[in-house]
């Protein structure tokens, strides 16, 4: 066991220093500003083996963590609005890499599809909406939501409703888990509604009704009244 | 008991020393990484923290039991104490065995430690096995990094050694990826590095395929995969304690 000598034993010039020493540190740092990392410092994409080789057989933890990284490139700096400076192609090979090193990870689509994808830009919107629909493809049953929102976007900000209803087409044709709500399944058939086709919608509507999938009864009973609606304002404009 | 004895030596050592402590900053500071990453997380917050927390305790973990190992074991050869051990009436391989159980002991705990923070982000079931994956990993290291402090005979070398041979371990399935990969070009060099890779995985363990932040995050693994890597890590640590016991048998101290 050792034991330190008493405080008392340093010498008067050995304190100061070291306080000297302390305030220069203190006061070097203090001089230095806090970086933020700008758009154009947003490097191009690694691909995904050599994430793979970075993370130490980590893939879940490191995906995650690059997502953190990737989200701080344009946040704040001198641009008023977010992200909208990002160079995007870089910005979806980010977000492919992330997410062939964890398929099973949602961080990057929730961020394509809820933060990139709602830049006033369109045809930065337009991009990163087609990377989520392109990855939807991949694994429909857990992707969904993304393609969900996709279709909201595309309706509701851009308001280009062949593009929505593409986007709904896809999730009602490829999601088939019985986790996939009726409202995500039925998007289709209300966008074409709002694009007019009241007659396509009724069809799809009746043929939704017809496979039996819904089974709550106050549900069946508000689409029944739904396709009586829609059936009868198409003889109407017909 | 001798080799139970050594075995006790070896954990009163560590108990007394400092690892439990540095056991105790590193859950505190992986906690609270964890925390400020959930704070800036836009989602998947509790994901985020579980494999934060993981990956920092199974690094953390993997290199406290090296540097403890290998200054344990060369201090006491720098002390002259292994040649009092030595010329005690105890065969080598009861000793080499014992301090190694001691050492397996000690990664253990600290498997067991590193395990119970993650309670509070993963089923019990799934941390569970993920601690006893961790474990057998820590027992792997410990028993590298015994060979590598007895062969090597140095502090330094032998951690870098150590350390060098786990971040090997646990990327080879990625180099062998790569390797394999559609980028590469054909060519008789590329053959060449990717045979040479192949090589080389054959004599490390695949510990990428160990202790897997996954069974956290998106449920346990299938039962005849997760039995696979624990075999393969057991076999690994016997070939480690066979080759250290080799060394250690015909040096001459």
């Known amino acids: ?238 | 008991m001798p080799a139970a004895n050594l075995a006790y030596l070896v954990v009163l050592e560590a108990r007394r020393g400092g690892l439990p402590w540095l056991a105790g900053a590193a859950i505190v500071l992986s906690v609270g990484l964890a925390a400020f990453l959930s704070r800036i997380a836009l989602t998947e917050g509790a994901l985020v923290q579980a494999s934060a927390v993981a990956a920092s305790l199974r690094l953390c973990a993997a290199f406290l039991i090296a540097a403890h190992v290998a200054s344990s074991v060369l201090r006491e050869v720098n002390d002259k104490g292994l040649e009092l051990f030595l010329a005690l009436p105890l065969a080598r391989p009861v000793q080499y065995l014992g301090r190694l159980a001691g050492f397996v002991a000690c990664g253990l705990a600290l498997a067991a430690a590193f395990a119970l923070p993650l309670l509070a982000w993963a089923p019990p079931a799934a941390v569970a096995l993920w601690g006893l994956s961790l474990a057998l990993e820590l027992a792997l290291i410990a028993a590298a990094a015994l060979f590598f402090a007895l062969a090597l005979s140095q502090l330094v070398p032998a951690i870098a050694a150590t350390a060098g041979f786990y971040f090997l371990a646990r990327s080879i399935g990625a180099m062998q990826a790569i390797a394999t990969g559609p980028l590469a070009v054909p060519s008789a060099r590329t053959e060449f590095a990717r045979w040479t890779v192949d090589l080389v995985a054959l004599l490390v363990p695949r510990l990428d395929q160990a202790t897997q932040t996954a069974w956290l995050l998106y449920g346990i693994p299938e039962p005849r995969a997760y039995l696979t890597g624990l075999a393969g890590m057991l076999i690994y640590t016997l070939l480690l304690t066979a080759a250290g016991l080799f060394d250690f048998q015909r040096r001459s101290l």
């Not at chain 1, 034993?9 to 990392?37: C, E, F, I, Y």
């Not at chain 1, 977000?95 to 930065?124: C, H």
């Not at chain 1, 799809?204 to 549900?219: F, K, N, R, S, V």
């Open chain 1, 1 to 238: 066991m050792t034991h330190d000598r008493p405080l008392s034993s340093v010498p008067a010039w050995l304190w100061l220093l070291l306080a000297v020493a302390l305030a220069l540190q203190v006061a070097w740092q203090t001089r230095v500003p806090g970086r933020t990392l700008e758009a154009e410092d947003l490097p191009p994409a690694p691909t995904a083996a050599a994430l793979r080789l970075a993370t130490l057989g980590e893939p879940e933890a490191g995906a995650r963590l690059a997502m953190l990284y990737l989200q701080s490139f344009d946040l704040r700096g001198g641009n008023d609005t977010p992200y909208q400076r990002l160079d995007y192609a870089r910005l979806i090979g980010w977000l492919r890499a992330l997410l062939e090193l964890d398929p099973r990870g949602q961080y990057p689509l929730f961020a394509a599809a809820r933060i990139y994808a709602e830049v006033p830009d369109s045809a930065r919107s337009r991009r990163v909406l087609e990377f989520v629909h392109e990855a939807f493809l991949d694994d429909p049953d857990r992707r969904w939501p993304w393609l969900a929102h996709a279709a909201l976007l595309a309706k509701h900000r851009l308001g280009d409703l062949p593009l929505a209803r593409r986007y709904a087409a896809a999730v009602q044709r490829h999601a088939r888990s019985p986790a996939v709500p009726l409202w995500a399944r039925q998007m289709e058939v209300f966008i074409l509604e709002d694009m007019g086709e009241l007659e396509a919608a009724s069809i799809m509507l009746g043929g939704l009704l017809e496979t039996g999938a819904i089974h709550d009864p106050g549900e069946l009973r508000f689409l029944r009244e739904r396709l009586a609606e829609l059936e009868q304002r198409a003889r109407t404009a017909k």
